[in-house]
Antibody
């Protein structure tokens, strides 16, 4: 079964850090581009970051640029999001999502992990 | 950044009837448009990509149309499991790829 499973969410104080992980299974992870998408409570979807299959090309939303770092380990079938200098407005469910093909729709999503930034 | 605008914000339709959801792009996105369904507490699910191609396992009652700046998602005969929030997404010009604000489809 093709599957993505996120972990690492939790409660963190403003200014703090958190590292999210996304474990992939059921497909050749190293062949696919990956993304992080977030959803604030009661709000819509916001794309956060993209990484190419090799990890050589990376993009960020302006709202997280300079604070978040996306990475991947193809040997471990895993995607990561290092989040630093967290703000209250970063509070959201974070999903990892697979590109159907390069720069295309997102065909597989994880179940999400909740990040709450609050003192 | 391309802005995606969905209408209406909420659509009330009776089971068995047809639902038509709209999505407009602030500039042309060609046919690089996807539709997603999201139910409460669940991740989004890809319904349509390329503006009109159903994703794997999506029932034929879901259809997408349009190109350029105007797009439509039609659900031909609503089933109880179709009541959810629907999002459009453009992936023609990115980063960033952008989502609409969503249309909530509720039971009338």
């Amino acid at each position: 079964e093709v599957q993505l499973v996120e972990s690492g969410g939790g409660l963190v104080q403003p200014g703090g850090s958190l590292r999210l992980s996304c474990a992939a299974s059921g497909f050749t992870f190293s062949s696919y581009e990956m993304n992080w998408v977030r959803q604030a409570p009661g709000k819509g979807l916001e794309w956060v970051s993209y990484i190419s299959s090799s990890g050589s090309t990376i993009y960020y939303a302006d709202s997280v640029k300079g604070r978040f770092t996306i990475s991947r380990d193809n040997a471990k079938n895993s995607l990561y999001l290092q989040m630093n200098s967290l703000r209250a407005e970063d509070t959201a469910v974070y999903y990892c999502a697979r590109d159907r093909i390069q720069f295309d729709a997102f065909d597989i999503w994880g179940q999400g992990t909740m990040v709450t930034v609050s003192s | 950044e391309i802005v995606m605008t969905q209408s209406p914000a909420t659509l009330s339709v009776s089971p068995g009837e047809r639902a038509t959801l709209s999505c407009r792009a602030s500039q042309s996105v060609s046919s690089n448009l996807a539709w997603y369904q999201q139910k409460p507490g669940q991740a989004p699910r890809l319904l349509i990509y390329g503006a009109s191609t159903r994703a794997t396992g999506i029932p034929a009652r879901f259809s997408g149309s349009g190109s350029g700046t105007e797009f439509t998602l039609t659900i031909s005969s609503l089933q109880s499991e179709d009541f959810a929030v629907y999002y459009c997404q453009q992936y023609n010009n990115w980063p960033p790829n952008t989502f609409g604000q969503g249309t909530k489809l509720e039971i009338k």
